[in-house]
């Protein structure tokens, strides 16, 4: 039952991942954000780069709660939740946007297609008119672009 908690915690946080980015990171904590879009930031760190506490801290508070209560389902939901941020920052950090140099030269149709998101993405330097906001699953129309692109 544990790891069903954390498989679905992990997939749902798919979803909440697309509305905390639309709703809130392109809304009213733009200022936080606005420096990932549109390279405003002196350093290696960005002003975006807060989000990791913001959403860190009450994973964490969470998964102490869990333990300090008999490993109850908390626990195994910040397991998810952690999961999910990990990949978050290999995938997003690591590989789209190259924080440290790997699979550079992949020719993985998945994630080319991700990456290919992700751009179109980053295509839009403002708060509006953005596209693409969820960050594992991948809409079939990038697919479609690597595939196409690769035909020609």
Request: glycine content about 6%; aromatic content about 22%.
């Amino acid at each position: 039952m544990n790891f069903l908690i954390v498989a679905a915690t992990f997939f749902i946080m798919e979803g909440i991942t697309w509305m905390v980015h639309k709703y809130i990171m392109h809304g009213f904590l733009w200022t936080l954000h606005r420096d990932h879009h549109d390279h405003s930031n002196d350093g290696h760190m960005e002003r975006n780069d807060y989000f990791f506490a913001i959403f860190a801290i009450p994973t964490i508070a969470m998964m102490y709660y869990g333990t300090v209560h008999n490993f109850n389902a908390y626990f195994y939901i910040s397991i998810g939740i952690t999961l999910y941020g990990m990949a978050y920052f290999f995938v997003h950090d690591i590989f789209i946007h190259q924080r440290f140099k790997f699979l550079r030269d992949t020719q993985n149709p998945y994630l080319l297609a991700i990456r290919r998101a992700h751009k179109q993405h980053h295509k839009h330097t403002g708060k509006e008119m953005g596209e693409c906001f969820g960050f594992l699953w991948v809409p079939v129309k990038y697919f479609k672009m690597y595939f196409n692109k690769n035909k020609k």
